[in-house]
């Protein structure tokens, strides 16, 4: 034991009293053992950052909320301009269909045809990303591309 007037141990033992005495003067908040779910705990947490103020500079506060109709998911993500990764790339083979055909009687054989299976090995990567089979379309042959164009647009 330190030898008494040790300044950094009364110190020590002064802020053990201290919090002691503050936390008993706190009413006890034991959540996981009370039998509070979470979402009451959530609940507090919210109810504390209002009374703080901290939701007072939102942007939009105080307009109403434009509630879509139809599809709920679909009209949001329009609305923030976002497009999953799938219907970026449906339209990336759609545009490369689309430059492929234009350009099928003037390159070379050999450019053609690497070009028309790069264009399929994004359609192979296209079909399995779209979150439905009923939204998986065919591969392209040079035979059948410019009717499969249709599908694409």
């Known amino acids: 034991m330190a030898p008494p007037g040790d300044a950094r141990i009364d110190a020590d033992v002064e802020a053990a009293r201290e919090t002691e005495q503050t936390e ?4 006890a908040r034991n959540y996981w053992n009370a039998g509070v779910t979470v979402h009451d705990w959530v609940g507090e947490i919210f109810r504390e950052e209002w009374k703080k103020g901290a939701f007072d500079d939102l942007a939009g506060k105080g307009k109403p909320i434009e509630v879509p109709s139809g599809d709920v998911t679909n009209s949001l993500l329009r609305q923030a301009n976002f497009l999953p ?11 490369r269909l689309r430059h492929w055909l234009q350009r ?3 390159d070379g054989d050999q450019t053609i045809e690497r070009e028309l299976r790069e264009i399929n090995a994004m359609i192979v990567k296209y079909n399995a990303m779209v979150p439905h089979a009923a939204l998986q379309k065919p591969t392209v042959t040079k035979e059948n591309a410019s009717r499969r164009l249709g599908y694409w647009e």
């Open 24 to 27: 008993a003067e706190a009413p």
């Open 85 to 95: 990764g799938w219907l970026t790339l449906q339209h990336d083979i759609r545009d």
């Open 104 to 106: 099928t009687g003037s």
